[in-house]
């Protein structure tokens, strides 16, 4: 390996973010610090004015204040310059594309160039050494790697789904309860299994209206606002 090289080992889950400081569409971003206190969605795309991301764009940006009323800030990335970057946001104005025209694109995107963060964070991979897949890192409030997210360049990601997931993260967090296959808003949630002999038989004899078992280390609890 040419010691000249920069080796990372890319952030995995339960990771503290690694921090940058980066331009932006935006202006300068030092991170994850000036994002303390809010969830995060940084997420790259392999190059501006290309098709797919170009819808994903104009999703993320409609989708922007649901996700602010989440406590959730998004950031894009991709390897593209500054100027490249505005006159692609400039570009999506002007575009239509189902429900959505207008679409002002208000959150910041990383102007990576040299492949700094792209490499720091392993979003340079095997289909090409010039762009970035399309990954997605939800960080949660201090700074802390939640969930990961990899989709090959052909592939549009599913805004719908990431919104699930950060409300099932912000959920699990802070009730300390986990969430079901297919689960939505709404559904009832798992109970964290017990951890002794004595607890799975008192977990079995205390069911009730608002907790019910499959078997001992499969207990839900119901949601009562449905």
């Excluded at 040419?2 to 940058?20: C, Q, T, Y």
């Excluded at 991301?53 to 999703?59: A, K, L, N, P, S």
């Excluded at 998004?74 to 500054?82: A, F, H, I, N």
């Excluded at 002999?197 to 009730?208: F, H, I, L, T, V």
Aim: proline share 5%.
């Amino acid at each position: 390996m040419n010691n000249e090289e920069a080796v990372h080992r890319m952030p995995l889950i339960g990771d503290k973010a690694p921090s940058f400081k980066a331009r932006t569409t935006q202006g300068d971003i030092n991170f994850p610090e000036d994002y303390k206190g809010k969830w995060v969605i940084l997420f790259s795309h392999p190059a501006d004015f290309t098709p797919v991301c170009t819808t994903e764009f104009m999703t993320f940006a409609h989708m922007a204040e649901e996700f602010k009323k989440l406590n959730t800030e998004l950031v894009g990335l991709s390897v593209d310059g500054l100027t490249s970057h505005i006159a692609w946001l400039r570009k999506i104005h002007e575009l239509e594309w189902k429900d959505m025209k207008n679409i002002e694109v208000q959150f910041p995107l990383i102007e990576d160039i040299k492949m700094n963060v792209s490499r720091l964070y392993g979003m340079i991979q095997g289909e090409s050494d010039t762009q970035a897949v399309r990954a997605v890192f939800i960080i949660n409030p201090e700074g802390i790697v939640k969930t990961i997210m990899y989709y090959p360049a052909s592939t549009g990601r599913n805004m719908e789904e990431i919104k699930r997931v950060i409300i099932a993260l912000q959920k699990s967090e802070k009730e300390s309860i986990a969430t079901p296959a297919n689960w939505q808003p709404g559904e009832d949630v798992i109970i964290p299994a017990p951890g002794s002999c004595g607890s799975a038989k008192e977990r079995m004899e205390s069911q009730d209206e608002d907790n019910y078992c499959l078997d001992w280390f499969l207990c839900f609890k119901k949601e009562k606002n449905k």
